[in-house]
Nanobody, 115 residues
Framework: QVQLVESGGGLVQAGGSLRLSCTYS????????MGWYRQAPGKQRELVAS???????NYGDSVKGRFTISRDSNKATVYLQMNSLKPEDTAVYYC?????????WGQGTQVTVSS
């Protein structure tokens, strides 16, 4: 059973930092991209950041300059370094793996930023 295991969420004060990680247990050769999405209460799920198998990155407008996505050299683990966190970053963050025929999602990890 292919799994995505996420870790690193929690509670932090505004201006603080957190790092999320996500490890994919399937074949890395099937990965088109890996990324993070988030969903706040009452809002739609939105892209935070993604990184392709070739290393190209893409960020949501609201996190540009504050968040950095990276991938381990084994390409099975993706990280999201979140700096200068704001209360509006509070959400459940979901890891995503895009494959040629489908997407796989992690269970989600809560990030709460207090003001």
């Amino acid at each position: 059973q292919v799994q995505l295991v996420e870790s690193g969420g929690g509670l932090v004060q505004a201006g603080g930092s957190l790092r999320l990680s996500c490890t994919y247990s399937g074949s890395i050769f099937s990965i088109v991209s890996m990324g993070w999405y988030r969903q706040a209460p009452g809002k739609q799920r939105e892209l935070v950041a993604s990184i392709t198998s070739g290393g190209s990155t893409n960020y949501g407008d609201s996190v540009k300059g504050r968040f950095t996505i990276s991938r381990d050299s084994n390409k099975a683990t993706v990280y999201l370094q979140m700096n200068s966190l704001k209360p509006e970053d509070t959400a459940v963050y979901y890891c995503n793996v895009r494959r040629p025929l489908d997407d796989r999602w992690g269970q989600g990890t809560q990030v709460t930023v207090s003001s």
